[in-house]
């Protein structure tokens, strides 16, 4: 019998998360004067030892033991071997993915929702704000900060508070607050409101609230906590590949090709980056970060300085962007909606180690139902996207006549995003086009920006 | 740091399955008449495969590879050791609990649907059958009949079919079609609806109606499939307790205390059925199968012969019953609203091998909403009530300041029953109180039924 799942023991879970920091070059995030901004700028924002590690070039940094205690909830996450996919699609090409969405909020997030909240703890803070697109990320702060004793606070992007209404039980299951954003409880909220009541929402907009109502604290116990983008969040997340990797070696693999999909890059950047140390170090591997066609940012959009949030509350990071005020299409993929890219990720795709690649949200749902006939797990909408990818490359290694090795990321469950299937059997489901001109407009925003250098690492 | 999760490998997966019937003596099960019923009277309704192991005496059972394939898309389940949940109480108990809930529909459930598939498919039947309460079943069979290339259509009790909209896009995204019972298409729906237009349903009523929907197939090829209280249910559920044994030898544990939860009995019965053999056997170990108090099956009705479905189209059946005309209140809980329980955990109980507990339904969300702020997973209202049980039994221990090493089963998680936990917190959840007299009526049903033998084994 072919095995499926490889496991490692508790025992076995890496010990150190592998920060690219030491081994790409990077513009440094400015002041919205232009000017690098300070680590003290930071300070009413996030834990300074929190600060610390986001700037930090240390190749390895140790994964506290108290971490690692309750990653152990799920982790070390199996790697599957999709041999039912594979028999399905008839390709000569063997397809392994980790299997993310056995964590207690069903995606990667709590990676680094536990070593936030950790953090934030031994730093003395009593609450944290958040915000969330799809859920997962307020659903994954909730349940770390439960386990270390935090007040949780979440804004969650309106269009996916009244879509998926379960994601707020489940973050009150673990003691968690969540209110849908815009909200009148910030000038952040009420600005967007005001300028049009029946804004769906968006990942930019919600970020603006939640680092507000951290800010705004007089007792200032509180901090804002980011679920992507930054590079402690890809550092944390590292340990999807890293066991991976330890995971392949057991049964003597590796990978030709690695797929995960990106919003604001978090769940690639942890599946790929300890692979993209590899191929730094000479070994040939295509990687692809796969990103909804409805909010192109790596694959349409410029490399520019932009604001994290809309209200550009956050330093000015170098990254691709479509532009902060940028309100994405209302995808069901609310992990996808969003506006920019994790810098790290961004000047991967400038030094050429990544390949972007884009996908619609119809394409995306055909892979997911054929991933949910086959290996069993209903995806994420977000899943969905690196799926479709999936499916092409096992395709064309068929074509080609190729044993290729697949190593994909399943990000998360569709539990909760059921009513997307529905609408998708139903035909309900429909793609968004994006034109030129709408991201020309979006452009125009960087024009009195200043330019980040395309920099090359070697 | 203490280890969390115990695994086994794919190749240490239990290769039989443990059969309770070569231990105990059992009641046979009898026609209308009276009579006991013979095999083939069973044909139009299961495959005379399953008929043959549902009788079967061989103590234990080969599990076919094609089923062991599938069921290693997500098992060997996990074997967790409930640390947080140990602290939370400052009990001396150590409290291990096998997680049945990382299955694909999230649930023990499919343990059993993936062999009926599998025989099914053999015995060359293109489409099932089956009733679902609150929804786990009928997603288990869709998932396994998707597996095996099988059709599959399922009768909802259309209470749970009304607050859990998301299985029927779970069955859905399997393939599978799911309707809510009672229905128009079957005799039995439309009597049922007759009687009472605004009747929540009930689990005796969509069991006739699937029966009715496989039988009444002119093609041949239609069978019917019941998710729990027959005997080669139990059976291949016992591959829960076997891992578990499996799994706790390998840390040098054994359990003083066994607690699943009791519907029709399958949870409980997988979990502790490899232990009873134990106890049979000579070893000391306390075994509680825990029932709503709103549905007493085990702790407040009597020992009887009755029906499975609430139209009679079963065998008359040994067990504790409500009565078979007996509409549990609409508890949560779908998967216990059933108004019998399987006659080998009946059995059981008649011998004392077992000692059936019942708790009330607030109780068990209060266990459940702890254990989700403990272990992090948050629990089917089912498992909720198996929770109170171990609370109560680690409160216990620390009274009287014994180290007992309990274990138990996480039936499910509670991702599509969120709803629930809703009204809980908004303070909308409340008890059922069963009276005397409502129990009393109900028994009245049994006075012209033969009456069962109370046999001991030993």
């Known amino acids: 019998m072919n095995v499926r799942k490889v496991f490692l023991t508790e025992n076995e879970i890496p010990r150190k ?55 152990c909830i799920w982790r070390p996450s199996p790697l599957v071997r999709a041999l039912s996919l594979e028999k399905a699609l008839g390709t000569p090409a063997r397809i392994y993915f980790k299997n993310e969405s056995v964590s207690p909020p069903g995606s990667h997030k709590p990676n680094t929702a536990v070593p936030q909240a950790y953090y934030n703890k031994v730093f003395g803070i009593k609450r944290m704000t958040t915000e969330t697109g799809a859920g997962q990320w307020g659903s994954a702060l909730s349940f770390a900060c439960c386990q270390f004793g935090i007040e949780c606070k979440v804004f969650m992007v309106r269009v996916s508070f009244d879509q998926k209404p379960y994601r707020k039980s489940m973050m009150e299951a673990w003691g968690g607050k969540c209110i849908a954003s815009p ?20 990942l930019g907009i919600a970020i603006s609230e939640a680092i507000e109502a951290a800010v705004s604290d007089k007792t200032g116990k509180s901090r804002y906590s980011l679920g992507s983008v930054l590079n402690h969040v890809m ?58 066609a409805a909010c192109p940012t790596l694959t349409r959009s410029p490399f520019v300085y932009d604001y994290g949030d809309t209200a550009g509350y956050t330093p000015l990071l170098p990254m691709y ?28 795709v400038i030094e050429g180690m990544i390949e972007p690649k ?39 290694a068929k074509e080609e006549g190729k044993e290729k090795v697949i190593l994909f990321s399943w990000s998360g469950h569709g539990l909760l995003d059921l009513g997307a299937y529905d609408r998708y059997f139903s035909g309900n489901l429909k793609d968004y086009a994006l034109s030129e001109e709408e991201i020309l407009k979006s452009e125009k925003v960087f024009e009195s920006y200043p330019k980040p250098k395309r920099l090359k690492s070697r």
């Open 17 to 71: 998360w592998y920060n690219i920091l030491a081994d790409i070059k990077m513009n440094p995030p400015l002041d919205s004067n232009g000017k690098p901004i300070k680590l003290e700028d930071l300070a009413p924002v996030f834990p300074m030892n929190l600060i610390e590690q986001e700037v930090s070039t240390r190749r390895w940094i140790d994964i506290p033991e108290d971490v690692l205690k309750v990653l």
């Open 183 to 202: 909200s009148t409880e910030t000038k952040a909220g009420r600005d967007a409101l005001a300028k049009n009541p029946d804004t769906p929402g968006s």
């Open 235 to 292: 550092l944390h997340q590292t340990i999807i590949g890293l066991e991976a990797k330890k995971q392949l070696k057991k049964i003597g693999e590796y990978p030709d090709i690695i797929i995960g999909c990106a919003g604001g890059g978090s769940n690639f950047a942890g599946l790929a980056f300890p692979f993209v140390y590899d191929k730094i170090n000479g070994r040939e591997i295509d990687i692809y970060p796969v990103e909804p």
């Open 321 to 348: 962007s479509l532009g902060h005020e940028f309100v994405p299409p209302p995808l069901h993929a609310g992990g996808l909606r969003y506006h920019g890219m994790a810098p790290t990720v961004s000047q991967l």
């Open 358 to 396: 884009a996908v619609t949200q119809l394409a995306s749902y055909e892979a997911g139902v054929l991933l949910a006939r086959t290996e069993g797990i209903i995806p994420a909408p977000e899943t969905n996207h690196a799926l479709a990818c999936v499916v092409d490359q096992a395709r064309k």
